[in-house]
Nanobody, 112 residues
Framework: QVQVVESGGGLVQPGGSLRLSCAAS????????MAWYRQAPEKQRELVAS???????NYADSVKGRFTISRDNAKNTVYLQMNSLKPEDTAVYYC??????WGQGTQVTVSS
């Protein structure tokens, strides 16, 4: 069983930045595909960004150029740096490890 814990959410003004962190347990972290999803109220959960064990990345069109996913295998942690935030980025952000294991989510609210 892999434990996944997100942190770093909060309230930020439009145009601001946040960095989310996701820590995952397990000795296999370095080969896990890690991904960030988000779910806004009354909307389906959507993929935001992913990163493979080889550090290949993929982004939703809506966040390209604004968000950056990265990983630190020594810390079993993946990050999501979010810049130029917009109100439409408001959602609960979830981390998913190895295609299977979900975290509990962290709320991101972009509002003035």
């Amino acid at each position: 069983q892999v434990q996944v814990v997100e942190s770093g959410g909060g309230l930020v003004q439009p145009g601001g930045s946040l960095r989310l962190s996701c820590a995952a347990s397990g000795s296999g972290f370095s080969i896990y595909r890690m991904a960030w999803y988000r779910q806004a109220p009354e909307k389906q959960r959507e993929l935001v960004a992913s990163i493979t064990g080889g550090s290949s990345t993929n982004y939703a069109d809506s966040v390209k150029g604004r968000f950056t996913i990265s990983r630190d295998n020594a810390k079993n942690t993946v990050y999501l740096q979010m810049n130029s935030l917009k109100p439409e980025d408001t959602a609960v952000y979830y981390c998913k490890a190895n295609y299977v294991y979900w975290g509990q989510g962290t709320q991101v609210t972009v509002s003035s």
